[in-house]
Each structure stands twice: as structure tokens, then as C-alpha cells.
DNA sequence: AGACTTGACAAACGTTTGTTTAAATTTTAT
DNA sequence: ATAAAATTTAAACAAACGTTTGTCAAGTCT
């Protein structure tokens, strides 16, 4: 009975199902410990949503449908294609900051198999990789090669959340604050980080190309 | 009731778990579910193993210890960086398409709290981590910035993990074959990725640290 | 004022959870 | 051949699971 007091029970429930989730994942979690948490009896749990899995749901469509802004922008013309890789980094990871434990339950529910979502997890990532695509033809790969779009796309995404999943365990072994300096620093390095070696991987396809030519 | 005949009743119940872990997740796994799916009796587990927990932490324990073996090589001062960086990336490519539940299973539960395994995970980590060091600093970073160490690392790690993770739904979206052909270009490709951006990573520290002269 | 809707609750539903017991069976050693 | 040890089994355990039920109070509308 943690929250009782901030707002109404069904978005109690949300909040509640979100830490929990993050912290044990979705299988860990019963709706008495959501329950609890939230400061609502246990019934309230089927009657706002379509049950424990229908907060699942609750929670994927709205970290995809926030996830999604972090694209803003990320085919504006006026804009060098270096410049909207760093937008967009720079976006995903104020995005994950700002939406950490919501972030942390699709992320970590998305490998699973769980019939329910199934669909849902399918769709939306198809979305967002559809998105991202005009990018990264802008930065100098072949539109043809899917190859490309499904690897450095998702090693930049992973490299970010999985900074943020580790988190509890980083807090053990390194010393940090993770304040805005640190932010600004890590957004930096990984903008860094990828920029140079898409710019590598970019040339080294040139030269393939010409070595056919 | 599918790996009757393969090896014995101990063996089977550890890769019954392995296989149903990387599936749905510890959490969403039953013992029932284990001993249909290795063939034996529900007993058994608790019998060959501490119970349910008892399999996760084998089956922790069996991951970092062949994962360890990827680190073979790292520090080798015959070879440059630059050739230790891809013999690693090299080496857990090949180890995560060859012990792919195993290392899914570890992975997924990495970021959960789970008070049983808590000691484990965070020792491990640090092994690794310790493991890698030496080769950041030959790399070229300040053995002194833990931060470098704490984000580049985890950042190449997370990209291979990744792949392997979003394959159930990669092969939804993209047409891939994954032979021999694409984990070599795989491989190719996240090395220069991370070898090029490491690269550029550091001429940016040594500029920033001339400017402070 | 009387009929109706809504929000919240305790209690109990039937099922499934992980584990344990004790008996039965097989294997091993004497 | 016989006793001891190891293996496997079915059955039962309490506890926890997610969901549903029926009830009651407060508010709304006619």
C-alpha cells in the first residue's frame, strides 16, 4: 500500500504493475503484490483492465506509442543525416531516462514467447524498424540491403537500453552518478561510437563495390 | 515427453529447463512443464537438483564458465588491439550461435531481481568486466576511466546478445538465412562497427586531453 | 422519493504452483 | 542369491495463482 494516495485506482494499478513488472518481470508478479502495491483490493484488477495480462498489453502500447516520438524528426532533409543519428540518440536516451521502468518491461518482454502479445510485438517493431529504414539509406547504405537496417539499427537500440537494464548491477561494481553530466557524457560517447563506425562500415561497403566494378 | 531417449534423467531435466527458460522465461517455466518436456518424473528435480532455483543456478554457473573461454586470447601482446577486439567479437558470435538457450536464459535473467541468484550474477559480471580492461586500455582509453570501460564493453556485448535475442522476431520481418555465410558477415560487420568507433572514441579523448594542456 | 448506475470490497472459486513423502522398482555389490 | 543402495514413481501437500461472485454504500437521474 505504497501509492494509496496519489491518484485514482486505476492508474494506481498501472503505475504499481509498471515498478513491478520492471523489477521481477511479468511471470514473477501476482496481482495480489500489484494489488498491494497499489493500495486497491485485488478484484479492481479485472474489473479496470482485461486482467494481469491486460495491464501487459496497457503497458506495450503505451511505451510504443511514446517510444515512437523519438523518431521526430529523423528524416528532416534540412538536417545532415550525422546530425539526425544524433538527434535520435539523443532522444532514446532521454526517452529511456525519462521512461525507465516502462521501457525496461517491453524491452525485457519482448523476447518472450507469450502468445497473447504476440501479435502486438510483431506489429510495432516491424514500425519502428520501417522508421528508422530512410535513415539509414541517407547514411550511405544500400536501401536494398536489409541486411544493414536489421544490424546496426538494433545493436544502437540494445547498446542503449541495455545500459539502462543494467543499471542495478553497474550501481554494485562502478562508482557513478547518474546525473545529467553522466547523461550528456554516455550520449555523447555512444553518438561517437556509432557515428565513426557506421562511417566505417559505409566506406568499407564502397570500396566492396568498386572492387566489383 | 520429447528427449526420452537422448541421455540420462539429469541431463535431460537440465536441457528440458534450458530450452523452456530461453522460451518463456524462468518465471513463466513450471516443474511440470520441465519433467514433461525431459521425460521423467516431477520428482526428479527436486531430486537431482535444489528445486526449481537449483536448475537456474546450473544453469547460470554453466553459461559463465564456458563463457569465460571467449576471453581466451584477449591479452595476447603479440597480436595488436585492433586483432584481440576481433578475435573476441569473433569468439562470442561463435559461442552465442553455439550455446544460443543457454546464453538467452543467462541474458534474460540478468536484469531481474532475483534475490537467489543476486551474489552470483554480480560476481560474475565483475569477472568479466575485470577480463576486458586490459584490452580498453590497449585500446587506447584512460585506464583510469571506468566509464569507457562501463559503456563501450557492455555496449559490444549487448549488440551480439541482441541479435540473437530478436530472432524470433527477425525472422518474422526480415528473410534471412542464418548459415555459416551470415554469421561470417555478421561477425565482419559488428567489427567494424565497434573497431571503428571505438577508434574514433579515442582520437576524441586524446584531443579533449590536449586542449586541457 | 424511488429506480438505477457506479465503485469498491471481502470472500470464495477452481487451478496450478513447487515441494515432499513413502512406496515401488531397478541397479549394484556382496 | 541376497542384501544394500540408488533410482523412479504416484500421490499428496500447503501455498499461491488469477478470476469471479455477490454485496453494499454512494452518487445520479427521472
Known amino acids: 500500500m505504497k501509492e494509496k494516495e496519489c491518484c485514482c485506482p486505476k492508474k494506481r494499478i498501472l503505475a504499481a504493475a509498471i515498478s513491478l513488472f520492471a523489477q521481477k518481470g511479468f511471470a514473477a508478479v501476482g496481482v495480489r503484490e500489484i494489488a498491494a ?3 486497491v ?7 479496470y483492465y482485461d486482467g494481469k495480462i491486460g495491464i501487459l498489453k496497457e503497458i506495450l502500447e503505451e511505451f510504443f506509442n511514446r517510444y515512437m516520438q523519438v523518431f521526430e524528426g ?7 543525416p550525422e546530425a539526425c543519428v544524433r538527434g535520435l540518440i539523443h532522444n532514446i536516451v532521454q526517452f529511456v531516462r525519462e521512461n525507465t521502468e516502462l521501457a ?11 502468445p497473447e502479445i504476440a501479435e502486438l510485438k510483431a506489429k510495432r517493431i516491424t514500425a519502428v524498424i520501417q522508421r528508422i529504414s530512410p535513415l539509414v539509406v541517407r ?8 541486411f544493414m537496417i536489421a544490424v546496426v539499427g538494433p545493436s544502437l537500440i540494445s547498446a542503449i537500453f541495455t545500459n539502462f537494464r543494467l ?20 550520449t555523447e560517447t ?9 562511417k566505417g ?6 570500396q566492396k563495390r568498386r572492387r566489383v566494378k
Open 74 to 80: 529523423i528524416d528532416d532533409e534540412n538536417k545532415t
Open 201 to 206: 562500415l559505409a566506406e568499407e561497403r564502397k
Open 41 to 47: 483490493n485485488i478484484a479492481m484488477i479485472s474489473y
Open 190 to 198: 555512444i553518438a561517437t561510437l556509432f557515428l565513426h563506425g557506421i
Open 104 to 114: 525496461m518491461v517491453s524491452y525485457n518482454e519482448l523476447p518472450l514467447d507469450l
Open 167 to 186: 543499471r542495478p548491477v553497474m550501481k554494485q561494481v562502478f562508482p557513478f552518478k547518474f546525473d545529467d553530466a553522466y547523461y550528456e557524457r554516455y
Open 37 to 39: 502495491e497499489a493500495g
Open 139 to 146: 547514411m550511405g547504405f544500400d536501401p536494398t540491403d536489409v
